[in-house]
T-cell receptor
Framework: GEDVEQSLFLSVREGDSSVINCTYT??????LYWYKQEPGAGLQLLTYIFSNMDMKQDQRLTVLLNKKDKHLSLRIADTQTGDSAIYFC???????????FGAGTRLTVKP | DVKVTQSSRYLVKRTGEKVFLECVQD?????MFWYRQDPGLGLRLIYFSYDVKMKEKGDIPEGYSVSREKKERFSLILESASTNQTSMYLC??????????????FGQGTRLTVV
């Protein structure tokens, strides 16, 4: 079964906040990542959070982690059309450098 | 800048052909990965390597093999291509980090079509 789950689509209006959600099943995951994929490009790391943190903020991005529920979210404030992309949640483990990705959430920002 | 380069952006191959997808990174990364990306399924790990000549199976290794003869190069091999291997293939690399939390850098992908 899937280790990491995300909804496939999200549509917001420019200027609104976007919240992309992710759930994972493996409680031994120690790092959780958000990657962004723009059309025709590879993935780029946006941010990551260590599992002993609840929240991490970086400019317009806020990551929230609920370890008890194994739920991760990415909030993008003041969403812009340039934020339109596919966002992937991924999990990684201590002392193991491979990662498992979710299916990706396609964010569409309407003007 | 880290660069991960995949040899082809687009490939069209016939069923039964042997196919080589090449990936080269220039940052002396220990780890290298091959994923395939399909709509609705996201990225699925095929194989990864954490050192020269070392390889580990990912979630979907069937029908694929890999080769890591040099640190900077990781090849994905389709021994006998089939139509269900039509997909986008992504290569990635990262430094080995004993405690995890390592950033992976991705190539732009190779879109393979098997006819």
């Amino acid at each position: 079964g899937e280790d990491v789950e995300q909804s496939l689509f999200l549509s917001v209006r420019e200027g609104d906040s976007s919240v992309i959600n992710c759930t994972y099943t493996d409680s031994s995951s120690t790092y959780l990542y958000w990657y962004k994929q723009e059309p025709g490009a590879g993935l780029q790391l946006l941010t990551y959070i260590f599992s002993n943190m609840d929240m991490k903020q970086d400019q317009r991005l806020t990551v929230l982690l609920n370890k008890k529920d194994k739920h991760l979210s990415l909030r993008i404030a003041d969403t812009q059309t340039g934020d339109s992309a596919i966002y992937f949640c991924a999990e990684g483990k201590y002392n193991n450098n491979d990662m498992r990705f979710g299916a990706g959430t396609r964010l569409t920002v309407k003007p | 800048d880290v660069k991960v380069t995949q040899s082809s952006r687009y490939l069209v191959k016939r069923t039964g052909e042997k196919v080589f997808l090449e990936c080269v990174q220039d940052m002396d990364h220990e780890n290298m990965f091959w994923y395939r990306q399909d709509p609705g399924l996201g990225l699925r790990l095929i194989y990864f390597s954490y050192d020269v000549k070392m390889k580990e199976k990912g979630d979907i290794p069937e029908g694929y093999s890999v080769s890591r003869e040099k640190k900077e190069r990781f090849s994905l091999i389709l021994e006998s291509a089939s139509t269900n291997q039509t997909s986008m293939y992504l290569c990635a690399s990262s430094h080995f980090a004993r405690r995890g939390g390592t950033e992976a850098f991705f190539g732009q992908g190779t879109r393979l079509t098997v006819v």
